[in-house]
């Protein structure tokens, strides 16, 4: 079975904080994305990533960064917090290539003050 | 851009049979995906179809037509736990990630 984990399944941080959410896969899959879901918006894409130190911008990838150094690992970076960015934060991962199925892990919610 | 409509809720009794309804519009097609979210829980992934016609895996069936943008997944026997969300998404030409609907909430009453 693929497992996706979140560092955190809940998070509360003040504005202008730094915030990591770390995620971890471990089937080897190339792909690896980070989601933020807000009630009536749906699963919208910050960031994702389809190799080790590569990254491509998502939907709405503004107040966000984003690192892989290793394979299994993607951190989301929040370089400053604001109260716009309390949401629930989903990491998913896939095979690399087209048509693969999308497995996510189970949230990090985040509520800044 | 894309564009990706589902209704936002839905009820249905114990026992019956629910469709959702997915209609997509989006810059090429290389797959439509159903997920289903409990409250609280991550997303988890029930079909994908990227050709036109049924695909049928128990319970659950997930149809698509290319040509009319349109896909929906049908549930039978409805049982007290598909009380969830349900997430159609789809998949653009040449892209890895997803576009998601907003999600489809399910009641299952008795």
């Known amino acids: 079975d693929v497992k996706v984990t979140q560092s955190s399944r809940y998070l509360v941080k003040r504005t202008g904080e730094k915030v990591f959410l770390e995620c971890v896969q471990d089937?080897?899959?190339?792909?690896m994305f980070w989601y933020r879901q807000d009630p009536g918006l749906g699963l919208r894409l910050i960031y994702f990533?389809?190799?080790?130190?590569?990254?491509e911008k998502g939907d709405i990838p503004e107040g966000y960064s984003v690192s892989r150094e290793k394979k299994e690992r993607f951190s989301l970076i929040l370089e400053s917090a604001s109260t716009n960015q309390t949401s629930m934060y989903l990491c998913?991962?896939?095979?690399?290539?087209?048509?693969?199925?999308?497995?996510f892990g189970p949230g990090t919610r985040l509520t800044v003050l | 851009g894309q564009n990706i409509d589902q209704p936002t809720e839905m009820t249905a009794t114990e026992g019956a049979i629910v469709q959702i309804n997915c209609t997509y519009q989006?810059?090429?097609?290389?797959?439509l995906f159903w997920y289903q979210q409990h409250a609280g829980e991550a997303p988890t992934f029930l079909s994908y179809?990227?050709?036109?016609g049924l695909e049928e895996k128990g319970r659950f069936s997930s149809f698509l037509s290319r040509s009319k943008g349109y896909s929906y997944l049908l549930l039978k026997e409805l049982q007290m736990k598909d009380s969830a969300s349900y997430l159609c998404?789809?998949?653009?030409?040449?892209?890895?990630?997803?576009?998601f609907g907003t999600g489809t909430r399910l009641t299952v009453i008795p």
């Open positions: 089937m080897d899959h190339e792909n």
């Open positions: 179809n990227v050709l036109d």
């Open positions: 998913a991962s896939s095979k690399g290539g087209s048509g693969n199925t999308q497995y």
């Open positions: 990533s389809y190799d080790v130190k590569m990254k």
């Open positions: 998404a789809v998949r653009p030409t040449g892209a890895n990630n997803l576009f």
């Open positions: 989006t810059s090429g097609f290389n797959g």
